[in-house]
């Protein structure tokens, strides 16, 4: 994520924290140093929690490649969420589990070294208090249970919406699970945002709107897949479609582009793929060399290929995972087309038009 600066790597993920957490750390300092011990064991805990659906996703073979700390909680950046119900139901119950875990674990020892009536003051008073540092071990512990109890209301994005989601997956099926879940989402925002309004709570009104716009964009997300899981490559492929061989001038590329729909090529010398150039890296080509040199100065020699026989979403998610906006197409050795972003964007805008 940007604006954010790695701390450490465990378990081949990078543990990054976002510049807006020092803000935090402004507000918390004058409080004095038992806040601030808060602030971090607060974090050490969110830590564990996005580690943990980390873990459950690695296992289940999907890459994490980092884990950022927000001043609102953690976010894990997976590269996909699994779609079998009971993956992404162990997933996303993993972090809030975690936390369960560490209070079981902490109960007994905490109780001898602080003493029952401070460990339980919370439950007797429902307050939580800095004011000696065993009240403020005794606030960090239950601090757990809020984590826990936040991330599993039944709401996107939160954890529990998808635990939701993931229980209504396997009786209706993952389009229709996603709606109800995304309307529950819906609604516990516009009870955040009443409270929030009736009572000037800045904060509720803020996690109201992050909560019902991730819920809006997941249903987007999801709606987006479904439309796409039912067409293949060979479906959409513009029909005709050129290629170069490396010997081939920017300059002569920039007439092709002008003459053709097509803004990006693949190079082919005999008959094999041996490169491809996309619109950026055609641009980026003459900007630096001029449009004397030849594509072959300019093209990518490694890049994913696809399948005529794939499925739009894989190739979405392909296009995603690399940062490219067009792909060439195999049909076993041989490339048959090019398939762009723009494609699969028409396509997705005339299957999805509603009458
Ligand atoms: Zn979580």
């Given at each position: 994520m940007k604006g954010s600066i790695r701390l450490f790597k465990i378990f081949g993920i990078s543990i990054n924290i976002h510049v807006t957490f020092f803000l935090l750390l402004i507000l918390v300092v004058p409080g004095g140093i038992k806040w601030l011990a808060l602030v971090i064991g607060v974090f050490f805990f969110v830590t564990v929690h996005e580690l943990c659906h980390s873990l459950v996703a690695k296992y289940f073979g999907i890459t994490v490649h980092e884990i950022t700390l927000l001043p609102i909680g953690g976010i894990s950046s997976m590269t996909k969420m699994p779609e079998k119900p009971i993956q992404e139901f162990l997933i996303s119950i993993a972090g809030p589990l975690s936390n369960i875990v560490i209070m079981l674990v902490l109960f007994f020892p905490l109780k001898l070294a602080i003493g029952d009536s401070v460990l339980l003051n919370f439950v007797h008073t429902w307050q939580l208090s800095t004011a000696t540092w065993p009240l403020t071990v005794a606030y960090l512990y239950w601090i757990n249970l809020f984590l826990a109890g936040f991330n599993l209301l039944?709401?996107?994005?939160?954890d529990g919406g998808r635990v939701l989601r993931s229980l209504l997956a396997t009786k209706l099926g993952y389009q229709k699970a996603t709606k109800i879940a995304v309307n529950f989402g819906h609604v516990f925002a516009l009870i955040f945002a009443y409270f929030g309004i009736i009572r000037f709570n800045i904060i509720l009104v803020i996690i109201a709107v992050f909560i019902y716009t991730a819920a809006s964009s997941e249903e987007m997300h999801v709606d987006v897949k479904e439309t796409l899981?039912?067409?293949?490559v060979r479906d959409i492929l513009p029909r005709d479609f050129i290629t170069v061989t490396g010997s081939t001038t920017l300059a002569k590329i920039l007439e092709l582009i002008f003459h053709s729909h097509q803004e990006d090529f693949p190079i082919v010398e005999g008959k094999g793929l041996v490169g491809f150039a996309t619109r950026q890296d055609i641009m980026e080509g003459m900007h630096r060399?001029?449009?004397?040199?030849?594509v072959r100065d300019v093209m990518r020699h490694s890049f994913p290929k696809v399948k005529d026989t794939d499925s739009l979403v894989k190739v979405q998610t392909i296009m995603h995972e690399n940062g490219m906006r067009a792909l060439p197409v195999m049909k076993g050795a041989e490339v048959i087309g090019v398939v762009t972003i723009e494609d699969i964007g028409r396509v997705y805008a005339m299957a999805s038009q509603r009458t």
């Amino acid at each position: 994520m940007k604006g954010s600066i790695r701390l450490f790597k465990i378990f081949g993920i990078s543990i990054n924290i976002h510049v807006t957490f020092f803000l935090l750390l402004i507000l918390v300092v004058p409080g004095g140093i038992k806040w601030l011990a808060l602030v971090i064991g607060v974090f050490f805990f969110v830590t564990v929690h996005e580690l943990c659906h980390s873990l459950v996703a690695k296992y289940f073979g999907i890459t994490v490649h980092e884990i950022t700390l927000l001043p609102i909680g953690g976010i894990s950046s997976m590269t996909k969420m699994p779609e079998k119900p009971i993956q992404e139901f162990l997933i996303s119950i993993a972090g809030p589990l975690s936390n369960i875990v560490i209070m079981l674990v902490l109960f007994f020892p905490l109780k001898l070294a602080i003493g029952d009536s401070v460990l339980l003051n919370f439950v007797h008073t429902w307050q939580l208090s800095t004011a000696t540092w065993p009240l403020t071990v005794a606030y960090l512990y239950w601090i757990n249970l809020f984590l826990a109890g936040f991330n599993l209301l039944p709401a996107f994005p939160m954890d529990g919406g998808r635990v939701l989601r993931s229980l209504l997956a396997t009786k209706l099926g993952y389009q229709k699970a996603t709606k109800i879940a995304v309307n529950f989402g819906h609604v516990f925002a516009l009870i955040f945002a009443y409270f929030g309004i009736i009572r000037f709570n800045i904060i509720l009104v803020i996690i109201a709107v992050f909560i019902y716009t991730a819920a809006s964009s997941e249903e987007m997300h999801v709606d987006v897949k479904e439309t796409l899981k039912k067409f293949r490559v060979r479906d959409i492929l513009p029909r005709d479609f050129i290629t170069v061989t490396g010997s081939t001038t920017l300059a002569k590329i920039l007439e092709l582009i002008f003459h053709s729909h097509q803004e990006d090529f693949p190079i082919v010398e005999g008959k094999g793929l041996v490169g491809f150039a996309t619109r950026q890296d055609i641009m980026e080509g003459m900007h630096r060399f001029g449009t004397t040199k030849t594509v072959r100065d300019v093209m990518r020699h490694s890049f994913p290929k696809v399948k005529d026989t794939d499925s739009l979403v894989k190739v979405q998610t392909i296009m995603h995972e690399n940062g490219m906006r067009a792909l060439p197409v195999m049909k076993g050795a041989e490339v048959i087309g090019v398939v762009t972003i723009e494609d699969i964007g028409r396509v997705y805008a005339m299957a999805s038009q509603r009458t």
